[in-house]
């Protein structure tokens, strides 16, 4: 067996185990970091093109079922850029409420292969903000510099990268 299958073997088998413990549990919806309001997505996105979606550099904007935009982080994470909001027809984003993204970015030490002994930086690589600190070779921790862009998130093997909502 060649490195590569190794570890995608191992990845898959750990990325099959935390689908089942998330079995249940809600998924967070992530908007983009600039609304004031949050009740103004299921008031004045209904009527809207999903402006804001065609506009994202990154892709990352989808358009939910409810006609609502929120952030995928599977492929890629937020730059800030700004364009989602200078595009928005109805001002529910507006540069003016530019804040971080309102989740918590934290690793599962459960199911992330580093620390149980397999030797990944996948999520260290794609950050920008130098945000995830080894302790030794293995054990990543993100630091306080995590602007909760969510580069790290798609590139984990294992999905171990996770929100919480900030309170």
């Given at each position: 067996?060649?490195?590569?299958?190794?570890?995608s073997f191992l990845s898959s088998s750990v990325a099959n185990l935390?689908?089942?413990?998330?079995?249940?549990?809600?998924?967070?919806i992530v908007r983009p970091p600039y609304f004031k309001n949050s009740d103004a997505f299921d008031t004045e996105c209904q009527d809207c093109d999903g402006v804001c979606a065609?506009?994202?550099?990154?892709?990352?904007?989808?358009?939910?079922?409810?006609?609502?935009?929120r952030l995928d982080f599977s492929k890629r994470g937020c730059t800030y850029c700004d364009e989602c909001a200078i595009g928005c027809p109805k001002d529910v984003l507006n540069l003016e409420?530019?804040?971080?993204?309102?989740?918590?970015?934290?690793?599962?030490?459960s199911s992330c292969l580093s620390w149980n002994g397999v030797m990944c930086f996948s999520c260290k690589d794609p950050?920008?903000?130098?945000?995830?600190?080894?302790?030794?070779?293995?054990?990543?921790?993100?630091?306080?510099?995590?602007?909760?862009c969510g580069?790290?998130?798609g590139r984990c093997p294992a999905n171990s990268i996770m929100l919480k909502v900030v309170s």
């Open positions: 067996m060649q490195r590569r299958e190794l570890f935390t689908d089942k413990q998330n079995d249940g549990e809600k998924d967070i065609s506009l994202c550099q990154e892709q990352i904007i989808i358009i939910g079922e409810d006609k609502t935009p409420d530019k804040k971080l993204i309102d989740v918590e970015v934290y690793i599962d030490q950050c920008l903000e130098d945000a995830i600190d080894f302790k030794a070779m293995f054990m990543p921790e993100i630091n306080d510099k995590c602007t909760s580069f790290c998130i």
